[in-house]
């Protein structure tokens, strides 16, 4: 009984099916399990021509974002451009369904399409084996999607809390200045690129690569890409102006394609995307690769673009949630962007999420519920429908004018400025999955910021707080004696606070410590001819847990007290630090006399039967 | 400042250097640095001839159970026969110049033996290649020692506190079951025998060589065995007998060597030690192994044995300086482990660390010092220089027997029991570890006894307690109302506890888990028709960190909350918690009304202002 609330608080903290109550008809139960499954019933029923409105507005505004970022995602994971616009179609209806978050508009990412592209490249040629490369591509694809899908129906979605926003900070920064520098490739018009992904071989393939410089490209690029900094900076000084940023993109699109069909006679060596099929997603279950040497590759791709889809779809529909006061389940969430990815992995598809700068977009756009994604599915299917061909002298260095200026506001360089006032280790942790993915490569970057987060964990665990305590005169308080200057020691007395819950990684610690407590408390008071040390009292107000070592602690530390004739004394242990101290029998060897509910009644009841007995 | 003073609670918080004052002579201060760095001077001083008199006795005792162990757990590493004893004569000597611990028997123990014995059987073959064999066993020892030293030297010696006792527990019956049924080899007479060291393999292969079995040796073997554990069983039952089981394998030895002498006219076929050269340890530093293809296995073997045998001398001494009454400093202690088995790598020995069984009978025959390690080197200096050859005709069998009754007193099934009892997800880690290294291998064992205990502390730092407390009547004392059924909770408040720190890795669990506190409140009252809530009282005290990730959930809350009209509380948020508040610029959202000292105080506070303004 005590085991089954413990691990329904461990997997079901936000208790799923509250909504059911036993007193309610069939028909109203089958309804709440409908909701349940699909959001959609939720919400559908009242949905209304006005809403739809605003639903329309926001979706044709994401679209013309969603087209020109997905053909440029696809390309920074070393993608045919096209597989970025079939992306942009499958997932946000299925989402649309499935979803609970209303203002996620979902799509590609450039994260995650960086570490796909990274991963893959790393073993598998793009350009040499393009097949076997978009295999693995949707192969990874089901794998997140199945790893998604199982973390929150295992609700595990506790998981993903793993990346702390300080190494989640530091690891998007990196990442960003490597795909900008990536990008260089696109706007300065070199066509021998590395394909790694650390700073030093890509700023040595630059600068290597000189002669290709083309200054056509560079004039074109570096335009375009001043004009959609100012738009973007302009959309953040105003958020009302929103829409400026958000149709910037397709505009450039449509402008550099323009310049490129009426100069296309005079200047040649502007790379442009060339052909594109027409035509809707072409199913792809047949492509997808279950052996074969580089499955583990796959497997291991999806699982890490999986948790990094993931992470992002689920802060941003918590953010946008929280603005407009809803809830969104996380587990729940996760089942249904695991199970967008499986569905378009048959379709062509590769890892999608909720966008950072999509949703936001969508948010200001106005959007009200996920029908926005679906407007602007409708909007894309009409390109791939018709539109195809007019991509054919799009050039190459918009796209990668629109992957930087989509990056670039992930260096949230205020943020790292915050962590370094108000916790120097979480400004560590930054850094280091910083510095790892800039210099050593994307996945280890990332362990790294994962180590460093639990490492920090760790240290809080091993090396507890502890404290003297005192008296605040004239209360029943006791406060620590370094941090409130009014608290006053008690003669006789020695009140040790632990601040941890007392684990076998801190019980030798803890033990050690409170041992050096009452030794420089003993030569303090020895020194200025003090009466000494009688009892020891151990304030167990924050040690909320207690586990079989630190059981043994207590008992061999009042073992020694008791050699050195010391009083040990329990105040206020916590009803599961309780239980367990009796049940390990412990409590019986301190009796009756040591234990209490406060640290003023046992100072109070033992100094008064001192008095008794002097 | 505050940095520094977090920094020296992490590496020294045992103040090793407590004993300099600013006031003593440069003539005491060099007698405190010798004492520091070598402690034989701060007991050799007050050495008497009362003292060596026990620990002559004392020292001649471990050293009839050191010489058959030395020879019996050399074998058990695939070693030859004459390195156990070799291990039992140099690294005594250096321990007792370094050493802090009193009571330590120092020499080759088990687990060490059998780890560094599997991992190096792996790959390499102790039978075809037995130099590099050698070689990598002494490169392994120095790694072990060159990571003890360090370990102790950048004060990390919290790292072995990892090793929970209740993951120990189950590591060690594991390994005790592996090393018996290995023993089945000598005591069955295999010859053709299973290098590998999982249960299966072992007894198939026990299985397989039926025909190989040997009557006579099963014969002499069982009843030594018998033997042996009928001593050790009387030792235990009585204390003061101790001596019994220490002289036991000694005299089995002899026993069955002169029985061998007697009867090897008569029966052939039971397996002897054989020649073992005469004379002290010949110097190995040129055997150390620094490049080539096995570098990699050597580093690892010896980080591994190099934790194990670490684990095992700490707790050792610290179990004995604490039934005597003084300390034992770890990372000193560490320092003296890692030189000594430095110094053993260039001297012909294998890993050597404080061993349980040879400690407790050390200390059991009355030992005071580390003279009596000096004697039993002493008496090994002896064996080695005169009574090699007598160990001839030693049959193999009785090393199994002295072996199994050495490991099967790792088995500590009450211990288990006691952990079922008292911590389920305790025993589930011991459960793990004890299957891993039974059916897996012991590394890996090892790692999944570690990673158990890790989890087990993640787990309870991402799903802490909350709770809802109330007023216990007559008092200003605030109880959690689930476990104290005389608290009764405050109309128009909530008020719910946080028994962890608040961190990345529970800050979106807790910020669900605070709304659903507030819901179910909520539903609870408006279908009982109760007033609703008004105002969220967040009790703070057993939140003992937090860091930016937890600052963002508090502002988020309160955000959240205060769309909903309900006003959001602090109650005595300790210093530190306190500090990044201010910091982080959170408190000043939550202004003068926002924070009290103690939960009663809040309550009171504000509903005297709700009276005042109704």
Known sequence: ???????????????????????????????????????????????????????????????????????????????????????????????????????LAVGPVSIASLVMGTMLSDTVSCTNDPILYLKLAFTATFFAGLFQASLGFLRLGFMIDFLSKATLVGFMAG??????????????????????????????????????WSWQTIVMGVGFLVLLLTTRKISMRKPKLFWISAAAPLASVVLSTVLVLCLKSKVLDIKTIGHLPKGLNPPSSNMLYFHGPHLALAIKTGIITGILSL????????????????????NKEMMAIGLMNMAGSCSSCYVTTGSFSRSAVNYNAGAQTVVSNIIMASAVLITLSFLMPLFYYTPNLILAAIIITAVIGLIDYQAAYKLW??????????????????????????AIAVGVSVFKIMLHVTRPNTGVLGNIPGTKIYRNVSRYREAVRVPNFIIITIEAPLYFANSTYLQERILRWIREEEEWLASNKRESIKCVILDMTAVTAIDTSGLDTISELRKTLERRSLKLVLANPVASVMEKLQRSKILESFGLEGLYLTVGEAVDDISSSWKARP
């Open 311 to 330: 992470t992002e779809g689920i802060a941003v529909g918590r953010t946008f949630a929280s603005l407009k006061n809803y809830q969104v389940d996380g």
């Open 175 to 212: 990442a960003a200045v490597i795909v900008s520098l990536q990008q260089l490739k696109g706007l300065l018009g070199i066509v021998h690129f590395t394909t790694k992904m650390q700073l030093v071989p890509v700023l040595s393939s630059v600068y290597h690569h000189k002669h290709e």
């Open 421 to 446: 006032k108000v916790d120097k280790l979480d400004f560590l942790a930054c850094l280091c999955s910083f510095l790892g993915v800039l210099f050593i490569s994307v996945p280890i970057g990332l």
């Open 1 to 103: 009984m005590k085991l089954r609330r413990r691990l329904s608080e461990i997997f079901f903290p936000d208790d799923p099916l509250h909504a059911f109550k036993d007193d309610q008809t069939w028909f109203r139960k089958l309804v709440l399990v409908l909701q349940f499954l699909f959001p959609v019933f939720k919400w559908a029923p009242n949905y209304s021509l006005k809403l739809l409105k605003s639903d329309v507005v926001s979706g044709l505004t994401i679209a013309s974002l969603a087209i020109p970022q997905g053909i440029s995602y696809a390309k920074l994971a070393n993608l045919p451009p096209i597989i970025g616009l079939y992306s942009s179609f499958v997932p946000p209806l299925i989402y649309s369904v499935l979803g609970s978050s209303r203002h």
